[in-house]
């Protein structure tokens, strides 16, 4: 007999931990994979909601987003590779030349 | 019913000329160019005297209804032409002589570069003056009166190389503009009074009303005036006109003396109705006239270039006509009109003749003996002279008596200070205009003895035209040609018989000129007074007054010519009043020119237009860089900034969304 | 007893967060994901989401956390240096996730009423419910999704490639 709101707010809670670690890890796969928990977090509220107004879709969009989720992982990390393989460090401080 | 005189016409062939002229005449051959220009004047005037034939047969006034061009509202302006009495003068002169001075132009002009532009200019002012002629309502008389300012500006400046004659050009379009202000502030009062610029419905409004006087209609008459002394080179407007003379001598004859100048009488003639209602601008308009008269004729007096002394004369004379419209005269100012084109522009074109004769000389002091050697210049320009000094049977001994006659027996209070003070003028203008004849043709020939003493060059400098200056100094003084004297023989012959138009009834004639107007100006306020023997014995006056002149001439520059240098000596502050023009144009140069110009450079230029406007238009980019600058630091190309930015994007989302839709927010 | 179960593994969840949030080292960040990821899986399942909950620990533990792993052993990623940072994040970052969280806290404390219990019996969704509505509703996205993963593997296939 778990309230659901206690789903939700350990989704928020993990969701601004994942935005916590965005914002001060340095390292690029350190960054990239605080995105997934912050992914993992909201598909936690979706099955909550899923559960509460008993309709699938909530499920359905959970598992949507796990393929794309997937998929942008596979790109970005091969993407990260291009990089350390220019830049020789996976220091996102020094990945700055779009600056204007 | 008249069939349709094709009024149109007037104006618009002299038009096509100045297309033609314009936009191909500098490929043309000159003959080709003077071909154009001449049949475009002719025309015209071949138009006036067929109409002028059937005159008696037209119902007055005529009305060409040609097309419509502001209707807004309660308000309408039409392109309207018209013909009556005034009308009809007034064409005959200008086509009349603008056709004669532009035939001597083909001579004149003939060594020019600029000739195809000179004739194109002047078909142009045939046009604008035509119009302004020939228009029903003063809308379109607004339009020719602006458009002939325009043409005088064109064509004073012809020769634009030469610094002098640019700004002179300017200075007449600018002292024009401040008249034509006055123009229409009156044009304004003229709507808001009577909700319309129709010449016809405006005078019938003011004859239904016997009991509207003063009041508003003094306000538009005194702003007409201020635009005619403009126009017509009255005080205090009328600084231009001498300078204008940079301007080639046709032009001046024709511009400055017969035509465009006149416009300004003209005006005041064909609104009297509006001024026979205010005694306040009719006096105006005689004081002005009548001090002008006096004033400019002072000044003449000791001019030395031969253009200047006719310039001042011609401010002179139409201080004459001014003087009667002010006493309700008007016929008599359109007669001293039409006489004075005759003689003066033929002085303007003989004093061309000399010019051209000497080489380009216009300094009084150089010529002399010119007599034997250009005869027909000679005695066509002592017609003239005889003429505007009032010598019977002489044009303009009748037309400027009538108007002295007119302006002694008016019942304002100051005719007879105007008519004495038009008297002392006459004689004034007698000794001018004789001095310039003993001076231009009598006695030895100064030009070889000056020509040796001084250095050529500094001399040609003033002088209107001619890079050829120093070949033709070199040729004989020669009488012009045949194409020049022409026209000058005609407009003697008219300056001789033209005043028998209106020989007063005194006099035994049927003044045909004042009975002709009269359907259209009324007769003058003082018809009550007239009385024969009091019109002979101010005529005999008046040529007694001029005899005197005469004179006076013949002994100072004939007789006794050391006299002057004498008497320059003795009344120095006198002379050099009169020679320094009363110092009018520096007056107004410093009172009015200098005081604007530096307002327009330092306030207007440096402080409202570059610093308040450009300022405005340079901070709003300073404004928008400054801020693109600050907003651009977003741009640090740092992920982590990037994701600090969007994780507050996204915090004032939420909320926004979240307490915007508190309201959908229900329970389930 | 699902409130207990609860409890741990939602406590196990915020633990390998914040594991994550102050390691130092990437691959130990990695591994408290996959801690994250797992219990995660079971929170599915007392919400009644089996086939999620498979799908979580097959797909997300066993295959992104796995290529993640590889990747930082790959690159020989070391310990995170301290780099000049960036103001903007801690000055606006923080501000803005503590609101984010704060309200989101505050919304769902203040509709806990309306939102009910979860009763695990409540709503179990079966494998087949799910395929049901996927092949048969959905299956246009459920094509193009596959074409997506197939874009994707190009797609790092050609990024990563060693330059000839």
Not at chain 2, 64 to 82: K, N, P, R, V
Not at chain 2, 173 to 198: E, H, K, P, Y
Not at chain 2, 535 to 540: D, E, F, G, P, Y
């Amino acid at each position: 007999m778990v309230p659901i709101y206690y789903y939700l707010i350990l989704s928020a809670i993990l969701f601004s931990i994942g935005v916590g670690a965005f914002l001060i890890k340095r390292n690029i796969i350190t960054i990239f994979m605080s995105i997934e928990l912050m992914l993992n977090a909201v598909n936690l509220s979706f099955v909550a909601f899923a559960h509460h107004w008993h309709q699938v879709s909530g499920q359905i969009f959970v598992f949507f987003v796990m393929v794309v989720a997937a998929a942008e992982a596979a790109v970005g990390l091969a993407i990260i590779i291009a990089i350390f393989r220019t830049r020789s460090t996976l220091n996102v401080d020094s990945v700055d030349l779009m600056k204007l | 019913m008249t069939g349709s005189l094709n009024l149109w016409l007037i104006p618009l062939v002299p038009f096509a000329g100045f297309l033609v002229n314009g936009l191909i005449g500098r490929k043309l051959p000159k003959v080709l160019v003077s071909a154009i220009a001449l049949i475009c004047t002719l025309i015209p005037f071949l138009q006036v005297a067929k109409i002028w034939f059937q005159f008696s047969s037209i119902t007055t006034p005529y009305i060409e209804h040609l097309g419509t061009w502001i209707w807004s509202g309660a308000f309408h302006a039409d392109f309207d032409l018209q013909l009556d009495q005034l009308t009809m003068v007034m064409l005959l002169v200008v086509t009349g002589v603008g056709f004669l001075i532009h035939i001597y132009s083909v001579g004149y002009m003939a060594h020019e570069e600029g000739y195809w532009r000179f004739f194109a200019y002047l078909n142009l002012f045939m046009f604008f003056m035509l119009t302004l002629v020939l228009s029903e309502n003063f809308l379109l008389m607004f339009v020719g009166w602006e458009g002939v300012g325009l043409a005088s500006y064109l064509l004073i400046g012809f020769y634009f190389l030469k610094d002098s004659a640019a700004r002179a050009g300017i200075k007449a379009f600018v002292v024009n503009r401040i008249g034509d202000f006055g123009f229409l502030i009156a044009l304004f009062l003229l709507i808001a009074r009577f909700g319309t610029l129709s010449y016809h419905e405006v005078f019938a409004q003011i004859t239904q009303h016997p009991e509207w006087q003063g009041g508003i209609l003094t306000a538009i008459a005194l702003f007409l005036v201020l635009g005619a002394t403009g126009k017509s080179a009255q005080i205090p407007l009328y600084v231009w006109l001498p300078d204008a003379m940079e301007g080639p001598t046709p032009v001046s004859a024709l511009i400055h003396a017969a035509t465009m100048v006149t416009a300004g009488v003209y005006m005041i003639a064909r609104t009297h109705v509006l001024f026979d209602r205010s005694p306040l601008a009719l006096s105006t308009v005689a004081i002005i006239g009548a001090a002008t008269a006096f004033f400019a004729a002072t000044i003449g007096l000791v001019q030395t270039d031969i253009k200047r002394v006719l310039a001042y004369s011609t401010v002179s004379q139409l201080g004459y006509m001014f003087l009667a419209c002010g006493v309700t005269a008007y016929s008599a100012g359109i007669f001293h009109l039409v006489t004075h084109a005759f003689f003066k522009g033929l002085l303007f074109l003989a004093a061309g003749s000399v010019i051209h004769a000497l080489g380009g000389e216009q300094d009084m002091r150089v010529m002399g003996g010119l007599r034997k050697k250009i005869p027909i210049t000679f005695w066509t320009m002592t017609a003239a002279v005889f003429a505007i000094s009032g010598i019977p049977p002489f044009a303009g001994f009748f037309s400027k008596d009538e108007i002295l006659y007119q302006a002694f027996i008016s019942p304002n209070s100051l005719g007879k200070t105007l008519w004495f003070i038009g008297l002392v003028t006459a004689g004034l203008t007698s000794f001018y205009m004789f001095r310039l004849w003993y001076l231009t043709f009598f006695g030895e020939s100064r030009a070889a003895a000056h020509e040796e003493a001084e250095h050529a060059a500094a001399v040609h400098a003033r002088s209107d035209t001619k890079l050829v200056l120093e070949a033709e100094h070199a040729h004989p003084v020669h009488e012009s040609p045949a194409v020049m004297w022409i026209p000058l023989a005609i407009l003697a012959i008219l300056s001789v018989i033209g005043g028998w138009l209106g020989i007063p009834s005194a006099m035994g004639g049927h003044n045909e000129i004042e009975h002709f107007l009269a359907p259209l100006l009324g007769s003058p306020a003082a018809a009550a007074n007239e009385s024969s023997s009091l019109t002979l014995i101010l005529a005999s006056v008046s040529v007694l007054v001029a005899l005197t002149g005469v004179l006076l001439a013949h002994i100072l520059y004939k007789a006794k010519p050391e006299l002057p240098a004498k008497l320059a000596t003795q009344l120095r502050g006198l002379y050099t009043l009169l020679l320094n023009k009363y110092w009018v144009d520096q007056l107004y140069g410093a009172v009015i020119v200098t005081p604007l110009l530096l307002f327009s450079r330092y306030i207007l230029k440096a402080l409202i237009d570059r610093g308040i406007i450009d300022g405005a238009g340079f901070a709003a980019g300073t404004t928008t860089q400054g801020f693109g600058a600050i907003v651009q630091r977003v741009q640090s190309g740092n992920i982590r900034s990037y994701a600090g930015w969007l994780a507050v994007g996204a915090a004032v989302l939420l909320i926004a969304v979240y307490f915007g839709f508190t309201a959908h927010f229900s329970p389930q | 007893m699902h409130l207990v179960l609860f409890f741990i593994f939602a406590g196990l969840c915020v633990a390998g967060a914040l594991n994550l949030l102050f390691q130092r080292h990437p691959i130990n960040s990695a591994l408290s994901l996959i801690v994250v990821m797992s219990s995660l899986a079971v929170l599915y399942l007392l919400l009644g989401a089996e086939f999620l909950a498979a799908a979580q620990v097959i797909v997300y533990s066993g295959a992104i956390m796995v290529l993640f792993t590889f990747v930082i052993m790959l690159l020989n990623a070391g310990r995170e240096q301290r780099t000049h940072g960036s103001k903007a994040a801690y000055l606006v970052g923080f501000p803005g996730a503590a609101v984010l969280v704060a309200l989101l806290v505050y919304m769902f404390l203040s509709n806990r009423g309306p939102l009910g219990d979860a009763v695990l019996g409540n709503y179990l969704v079966t494998t087949s419910d799910l395929s049901r509505v996927l092949f048969h509703g959905l299956l246009l996205p459920f094509e193009v999704t596959s074409v997506l993963i197939l874009v994707a593997i190009l797609g790092a296939v050609a990024l990563a490639r060693k330059e000839h």
